[in-house]
């Protein structure tokens, strides 16, 4: 499938209107944002502009080859405007069940692993000093430099952001702009100064050192507090199932029949090793433990001041280093890494500890864990309080998505109250910094269990709750319930409750924050609109310019370039990140075209002009149009080359 010819899924799951977009009346469409009538256009009028002014990422026009290959190219197709269902007939004829949701996700989307734009790669052997390679005639890759020259992609730029930041190339003659550090007879250069002004430096941390990895995946790390945990969990199952079968009996018999100091301090004897981590009711005097000296009482763990900050929330695949990083320089005070299944960090995979990676800007900086069990959940949060640099931990007990919640992780914690209090009090008693969580309002949609739910955390001891205003079930398809969220701040207190849900102007947050929330978490609204924590610490409405956002992409890429490689691997991997979260940017209406200031998170944008090219081509909802954007930074892409988002819009009204 060409590029060109992949339809947007923007428009696939809108609940949109009966009138298609771009053919906008006087009357203003329902769930549409509010434009003003001189920018506004159809659909036909945008793409015809968009294609016909389309330049190329020098900045210049597209040449006469350009165009006779593009009329080659089928048109942009995109697929109606979804209409509102009126009644449940309209629903049987569609072939689908009654009640029956169209869900979020582009499961069969194509993935095509940026390993594979290489058709052949160089050799390490040859990038370490031309050592020699230790798989001779086997090896796959290419000996010959000048043979591996010829073949290898033009290089993007006449300058390379590592070098010129860092002093030297890693990646060397693999590198896509490799032409600003190699000589004519392919030596790599090297700028000592400042090699020698980042010496010693380390921006990034917690990553996975290869022993660790290597003890994991032998399973020869020791969990020791987990284990004294773990014991507790199964002696206090062993009572219970004696006290189920009557050979506990005794302990219920009367202090008349027995004797009354005997029995009583028998009872308390049983409550305390039924559940250690409880206080007695009375204040008891005895020998010091191993566990006295050791586990951390809450006041000694590290604190964290969470009250009145701007959280960036977790947010799976566009939530990544690089992405934080211009996050940060935007003002967002609290990140947080990417949702980390805790039985692949139990297992060493390189992949999932990558999520956990923290770069120096990051000053309050959390991890996002997800599991379902005890066991593997507090071995987890042993393992990270010992091997990496964190702030707090987070519980992911929110997550949505079917793989997560049929196993009764994410969400499905909600309803597993008995594990859940397990996996907070486990986690608690390894950590040595706070333990937080994220919830939903419940499963169904009109089942809320929140409140139920958060005087018991308190109990147990968290030190954050951030609690998204919606179910399970309504996904993105409603607007988040702040009232409820109201409810459940009061009943939090004093423990800090988040609050979470549709955020996407100065003015959502000031509504937000006179809910009594201690502080915001924002998701979607920092993906279309990074400089929404600008926007909120300076109480204004930014009318960025079209070049600004270009800035923030470029700055994007610089940033990837640091954490992915600069070769051609490295390189298709920045532009699938920057895709996925250009399918959000496009969302994004200028202030300067608004009606109606500011923008809703649930409207739609309709078809419109920008007020110079670049703005109109960041409007596009079309595959093919961001993958322009995306030439634009890091050249034309591979032949080969496909791509569709992995998330649909359900998101408008």
Not at 125 to 137: A, I, K, T, Y
Not at 535 to 559: M, P, V
Request: charged letters at 30%.
């Amino acid at each position: 499938m060409n590029m060109f010819q992949e339809r947007s899924c923007e428009g696939v799951m809108d609940k949109a209107t009966e009138e298609p977009a771009g053919k906008r009346t006087d009357v203003p469409v329902k769930g549409e944002a509010a434009i003003k009538p001189e920018f506004l256009t159809t659909k036909e009028k945008f793409h015809g502009f968009v294609d016909s002014e389309w330049r190329g990422p020098k900045g210049d026009k597209a040449s006469e080859n350009d165009k006779v290959e593009e009329t080659k190219v089928a048109p942009p197709v995109e697929p109606d405007t979804k209409k509102l269902k009126l009644d449940s007939e309209e629903s049987n004829k569609s072939g689908k069940p009654d009640g029956k949701r169209i869900r979020g996700q582009n499961k069969s989307r194509p993935h095509t692993k940026p390993t594979t734009y290489d058709e052949k790669r160089l050799c390490l052997s040859v990038l370490q000093d031309n050592r020699e390679c230790p798989f001779g005639d086997k090896c796959h890759f290419h000996h010959d430099i000048a043979e591996y020259m010829a073949t290898k992609p033009a290089d993007i730029r006449e300058s390379c952001y590592l070098h010129d930041t860092f002093g030297k190339c890693a990646f060397g003659l693999t590198c896509r702009f490799a032409k600003a550090h190699t000589t004519p007879d392919f030596k790599t250069m090297e700028n000592a100064e400042l090699i020698k002004a980042c010496e010693g430096k380390t921006p990034v941390k917690n990553s996975l050192s290869k022993d660790l990895q290597n003890r994991l995946r032998k399973r020869s790390v020791s969990f020791k507090k987990s284990a004294e945990y773990l014991k507790t969990l199964s002696d206090n199952r062993d009572k219970r199932e004696e006290r189920g079968n009557g050979e506990a009996c005794a302990a219920e018999v009367s202090a008349d029949q027995t004797g009354g100091e005997q029995q009583a301090a028998t009872k308390v004897e049983t409550q305390l090793q039924a559940s250690p981590d409880k206080q007695p009711p009375v204040k008891t005097i005895g020998p010091l433990t191993d566990v006295d000296v050791i586990k951390l009482r809450p006041c000694e763990k590290k604190q964290v001041d969470f009250q009145d900050k701007l959280y960036l929330a977790p947010l799976t695949t566009c939530g990544n280093l690089p992405f934080r990083r211009v996050c940060k320089r935007f003002g967002a005070d609290i990140t947080c890494g990417e949702m980390a299944m805790c039985t692949n960090l139990l297992q060493g995979q390189q992949s999932e500890w990558a999520l956990l990676k923290r770069h120096e800007s990051e000053d309050v900086f959390g991890v996002q864990v997800e599991g379902c069990f005890p066991d593997t959940m507090t071995r987890c949060a042993e393992l990270i309080n010992n091997n990496t640099d964190v702030d707090f931990v987070d519980i992911n007990s929110g997550c949505p998505i079917d793989l997560v919640y049929k196993k009764g992780g994410g969400c499905g914690l909600m309803t597993r109250t008995r594990k859940f209090e397990q996996i907070i009090k486990g986690m608690n008693y390894v950590l040595d910094v706070p333990l937080t969580v994220k919830i939903r309002t419940g499963v169904q949609e009109k089942s809320n269990i929140a409140h139920k739910l958060i005087p018991e955390m308190k109990k147990w001891g968290v030190s954050m709750i951030t609690l998204h205003g919606r179910s399970r079930e309504q996904r993105y398809t409603k607007l988040a319930d702040w009232d409820y969220i109201t409810t459940c701040s009061k009943l939090a207190s004093p423990v800090p409750l988040f609050g979470n849900g549709d955020i996407l102007s100065y003015e959502d947050a000031m509504k937000a924050r006179e809910t009594g929330v201690s502080g915001i978490m924002i998701a979607r609204g920092a993906l279309i609109k990074p400089w929404i924590f600008t926007e909120i610490k300076e109480s204004r409405h930014w009318d960025i310019s079209s070049n600004e956002r270009l800035d923030i992409l470029r700055d994007f890429t610089n940033f990837g370039l640091e954490h992915w490689g600069s070769d051609t691997r490295g390189v298709e991997k920045i532009r699938t990140f920057m895709l996925e979260w250009l399918s959000f940017m496009c969302r994004y209406i200028p202030v300067g075209l608004l009606e109606r200031v500011p923008q809703k998170i649930n409207e739609r944008p309709p078809y419109y002009m920008g007020r110079n090219y670049l703005e109109s081509l960041m409007a596009s909802q079309h595959v093919g149009d961001w993958v322009r954007i995306s030439e634009m930074l890091l050249g034309p892409v591979p032949t080969n080359f496909n791509f569709l988002p992995k998330h649909k819009a359900n998101a408008y009204k």
